[in-house]
């Protein structure tokens, strides 16, 4: 006998990144091929030698370290990112505006969780953060999608044509995945007024803000003294750190969606790790110069990604920033097809922009993304090489 399913987490699509992974079962990559793994936006190197031993050291003499922590994470490392984002994004933000989350995806599940419900809409532009549809499609909710405009930033008026009386929330991921694209401080501020007017939440994922290539903050919305009223912040300590087996991000939003969010950590994981939030801590009090130094390497393989589109004159770069860059490529058969013949004809694993757009979207088909992160200049000199040679 099968026993049944829910409905809505049975129609949500596969992990993608796992899918991906898939891809390699029973191909060989020859020692003068090896493969070039741009599919997963995530370090694979260990955090520095200082963190790792803050955390080894947390774990020997530490016992309150094995023992459930608050909910809404350790007391200190909400006042330290209260602290440097005040100062960073010339706001005033306080500690109990901050909760700490197993990762930033859990982030975003918690606060869309307090949002929206079966039968209630939620606007994301594409191409979208895949998690992000997953949880939407899993909550019942259904996806808006808003087709970004040049550059892959998208528009303050196109999204209020999507509104309905349904409609919760807009959520924007900027620098952008998988797209790239930083928007504009302007473009957040437009954002921003429309959901205040509409009586709607405005959730900004700035995961890569480490990464963004632009010097001062990159937008203004802390600076509006009621900014708690509809603006939440999401950030990730698994980029910047290289921290992702630890699984550590955070919640900046007001008090009151706090107590909310609360329930659902409560419920879903109790606390955050303690471990990864004695190394975050650590990290944002310590490792300021050497996330500067990761901050340029990254924007020095974002200007290898960028100039190496010159020997690729039919492929068209969309938007390259972060981790990322999103392009078009020239070919007839649909990027999902192309991609799983790079893997074994070319050695080079990617995602296809269907993984990243509505399904059926013609756009999607001709669309890949390519996590340039962990290529270093030679690694992304070798993936322009083949991709050059690589005939359909």
Excluded at 52 to 62: E, F, G, K, P, W
Excluded at 123 to 130: A, E, M, Q, R
Excluded at 369 to 391: H, K, P, S, Y
């Amino acid at each position: 006998m099968t026993h049944p399913l829910n409905p809505a987490m049975a129609a949500t699509f596969a992990p993608p990144v796992m899918e991906a992974r898939r891809w390699l079962t029973g191909v060989t990559f020859p020692p003068e091929r090896p493969l070039i793994n741009v599919s997963q936006a995530a370090p694979v190197e260990s955090p520095p030698l200082g963190l790792r031993q803050t955390i080894a050291d947390a774990a020997l003499n530490n016992p309150d370290a094995h023992l459930y922590g608050p909910v809404l994470g350790l007391p200190a490392l909400r006042a330290e990112i209260a602290s440097q984002w005040s100062a960073a994004y010339g706001g005033s933000i306080q500690p109990d505006q901050v909760a700490i989350t197993q990762g930033c995806n859990q982030a975003f599940c918690a606060v869309m969780a307090t949002l929206a419900g079966a039968g209630d809409e939620v606007i994301l532009p594409t191409p979208w953060y895949f998690n992000h549809k997953m949880w939407l499609d899993m909550q019942g909710v259904k996806t808006v999608p808003l087709p970004a405009g040049p550059g892959l930033i998208p528009l303050a008026e196109d999204a209020a044509k999507l509104i309905t009386e349904r409609t919760r929330a807009i959520v924007l991921v900027s620098p952008n995945n998988p797209g790239g694209s930083e928007y504009p401080a302007e473009t957040l501020t437009a954002f921003h007024t429309l959901a205040r007017r509409h009586g709607l939440a405005l959730i900004v994922d700035e995961t890569y803000r480490d990464f963004d290539s632009r010097s001062g903050r990159p937008h203004d919305l802390f600076t509006d003294p009621d900014w708690a009223r509809d603006f939440i912040h999401l950030y990730s300590f698994s980029k910047t750190y290289r921290l992702t087996g630890h699984r550590v991000g955070a919640v900046v939003a007001g008090t009151d969606r706090l107590a909310e969010i609360e329930k659902f950590l409560d419920t879903v994981a109790i606390c955050p790790s303690q471990l990864g939030q004695i190394g975050a801590l650590w990290g944002m009090q310590n490792l300021s110069q050497w996330v500067a130094g990761e901050r340029a390497e990254i924007l020095a393989r974002r200007a290898a990604m960028e100039g190496g589109f010159t020997a690729l004159p039919d492929w068209k770069l969309l938007g390259c920033g972060a981790y990322f860059a999103y392009v078009e490529h020239p070919f007839p058969l649909a990027s999902d097809a192309l991609c799983k013949r790079l893997v074994a004809e070319a050695g080079i694993l990617m995602l296809p922009g269907t993984m990243f757009q509505p399904e059926g979207s013609e756009a999607g088909k001709r669309q890949i993304r390519i996590a340039f992160a962990n290529a270093d200049a030679a690694g992304i000199a070798e993936m322009f090489r083949r991709l050059a040679a690589w005939r359909a």
